[in-house]
């Protein structure tokens, strides 16, 4: 892969006060959305990405739905995918045979001190490379890919992790966003990578009421729907969210259980919603969910990272237009784990943690 700009950063890079409408930019929002906007006017991309057509539908959830016909055209192909656990195939396309003109930037790390969290002797090689993604969904859309030359399969890793919470931080946008989809969870090529991007939209998971599982590990429950695992911090605790987070999805690569992350700016977790603007902490939401090995798309929308969130990118103008929110649940409700079967996971895992 070629040589390309290094986004080098510190914990005092990381922003603590972010708050909703706010219109400011961080030092890497700059970069983000100046390099991407770049690319897309050298006409990099399967499709020209203008302000997508958008309506909140009504109802308790407010569902953000888009309309994105091209990108359900023009996506590239899925991988076929038989297993959580497949291994990485070099025959495949993956993120090491991208036009070098994809690449936007480096992110690496600097160390503060020899304490600095998920910051070690090696951090020289612990790089995540920044990459459009030629069939956006949305403005700033990228792929945050770590440590490709490794080629890793699509199953999470702590560095994975620390740096999708950390992209998070560096952003001063409340509406940028990282998340993942596990093989059998909508991922298209296996190749370890999360995406990335800004939606001007609130979405109900920032201020979602939440109940403790081990919180001292950081975890809780979600109480809206779909419910899921919420991990909840604000930046010095985040070796211990990390590690967590990684525990709990190792656990469903083990079970080969398809799952789905999010990460976005949000309210400390309660038992109420969160009326406040305030979006100091980080929210790390994972949701098992029921595998889609070579299963039949939707005809509306995928249930993936930024559906079972509340921003729906929908395929046509049809569904588009009549969608409601019960539709959208009755969509959703299909792709997860039955009550059952998610409450004997819950307790898995807070045996395992």
């Given at each position: ?16 006060d972010?708050?909703?409408?706010q ?18 006017n ?28 091209m ?5 590239r ?49 612990r790089?995540?490379k ?129 799952h ?52 729906l ?41």
């Amino acid at each position: 892969m070629a040589d390309c700009t290094v986004f080098t950063y510190t914990n005092e890079d990381f922003i603590s006060d972010v708050c909703c409408g706010q219109q400011s930019m961080s030092r890497f929002d700059v970069a983000l959305r100046c390099g991407w906007t770049e690319k897309r006017n050298a006409g990099l991309f399967r499709y020209h990405l203008d302000e997508l057509e958008t309506r909140t539908l009504p109802g308790p959830s407010a569902y953000i739905a888009q309309l994105n016909i091209m990108r359900g055209i023009e996506r590239r192909k899925p991988q076929e995918i038989l297993s959580v656990r497949q291994n990485f195939d070099p025959r495949q396309f993956n993120f090491n045979k991208i036009n070098p003109k994809e690449l936007l930037f480096e992110l690496q790390k600097e160390c503060e001190s020899p304490c600095d969290a998920g910051c070690h002797q090696n951090s020289s090689k612990r790089k995540c490379k920044v990459i459009i993604n030629v069939s956006p969904l949305e403005f700033g859309h990228c792929l945050l890919v770590p440590e490709p030359d490794r080629c890793l399969p699509q199953i999470l890793t702590p560095l994975a992790v620390q740096m999708g919470i950390e992209a998070v931080l560096l952003s001063a946008d409340p509406g940028f966003r990282v998340g993942f989809n596990s093989l059998g969870g909508f991922a298209s090529v296996n190749h370890l990578h999360l995406h990335c991007y800004y939606l001007n939209h609130q979405l109900r998971v920032e201020t979602s009421p939440a109940e403790p599982i081990l919180p001292k590990k950081n975890l809780y429950g979600l109480l809206d729907f779909p419910g899921g695992f919420l991990f909840y911090t604000q930046g010095p605790d985040l070796d211990l969210t990390v590690n967590a987070v990684c525990s709990l999805t190792d656990i469903m690569v083990d079970r080969n259980i398809a799952h789905n992350l999010f990460i976005t700016r949000g309210c400390p977790p309660r038992r109420e919603r969160d009326p406040s603007v305030s979006r100091n902490g980080v929210r790390v939401i994972v949701w098992p969910r029921l595998s889609c090995f070579g299963a039949k798309e939707e005809a509306a929308f995928n249930v993936a990272l930024c559906e079972l969130a509340g921003h729906l990118p929908f395929k046509n103008r049809e569904d588009y237009e009549t969608v409601t929110e019960e539709g959208v649940q009755e969509i959703v409700r299909k792709y997860l784990l039955p009550q059952e079967e998610f409450r004997a996971l819950q307790k898995h895992v807070m045996k395992c943690l």
